[in-house]
């Protein structure tokens, strides 16, 4: 059974950088096609996907905001980080991690989301 | 870019009824197409993938149409668990980016 946990921040300031730990079990971000990505939601609107790593270590990244996010798997600790710089009110959201089944274009397990204000 | 639009944005139906769901793509996506049900302060759960394939263990009163630009979500008879809302999703290799349409949020009538 895959599971996706993600942690971090509950609130940050305008201008700050964050930093979200997606922490996994039930598969290997080792094997070949599987991807972890990250999708944000702002309150009562759709989802938007952020970036997605995959097991080969290949990162893409959503084109308007690429120059704000890094993306990185620490395999040994079933982790996936993704931090955004420059924290702005309209960062604020749900922010969900999801396991891309190998070698497809869909998310198929999904963390229960963390909810992150941007707010001095 | 490819965009996916939903339609409708609202649907009010009741228990029992079948409703139909439609995600038009701005080009042709062939069947690289998923549909995802989200409840109020829950994560997306993936109902549908390929255009028709449903996911193990989505009832099979789910159902999905469809290919090129035209698709479709069909709930043959709905159940009270089904009120939420509904998301298409594609992957656009040109620039490389993950699309989800606006959702369709269904409730009851």
């Known amino acids: 059974q895959i599971t996706l946990e993600e942690s971090g921040p509950t609130l940050v300031k305008p201008t700050q950088t964050l930093t979200l730990t997606c922490t996994f079990s039930g598969f290997s971000i080792d094997t070949n096609g599987v991807g972890v990505g990250w999708i944000r939601q702002p309150p009562g609107k759709p989802l938007e996907w952020l970036a997605l790593i995959y097991w080969d270590d290949d990162k893409r990244y959503r084109p308007s905001l690429k120059s704000r996010l890094t993306i990185t798997k620490d395999t040994s600790k079933n982790q996936v980080v993704l931090t955004m710089t420059n924290m702005n009110p309209v960062d604020t959201g749900t922010y969900y991690c999801?396991?891309?089944?190998?070698?497809?274009?869909?998310?198929?397990?999904w963390g229960q989301g963390t909810l992150v204000t941007v707010s001095s | 870019d490819i965009q996916l639009t939903q339609s409708p944005s609202f649907l009010s139906a009741s228990v029992g009824d079948r409703v139909t769901i439609t995600c038009r793509a701005s080009q042709g996506i062939a069947s690289y197409l998923a549909w995802y049900q989200q409840k109020p302060g829950k994560a997306p759960k993936l109902l549908i993938y390929?255009?028709?394939t449903l996911e193990s263990g989505v009832p099979s009163r789910f159902s999905g149409s469809g290919s090129g630009t035209e698709f479709s979500l069909a709930i043959s008879s709905l159940q009270p668990e089904d009120f939420a809302t509904y998301y298409c999703?594609?992957?656009?290799?040109?620039?490389?980016?993950?699309?989800f349409g606006q959702g369709t949020k269904l409730e009851i009538k």
């Open positions: 999703q594609h992957l656009s290799s040109d620039p490389y980016i993950y699309i």
């Open positions: 390929a255009a028709s």
């Open positions: 999801a396991h891309r089944r190998g070698s497809t274009w869909f998310f198929d397990s």
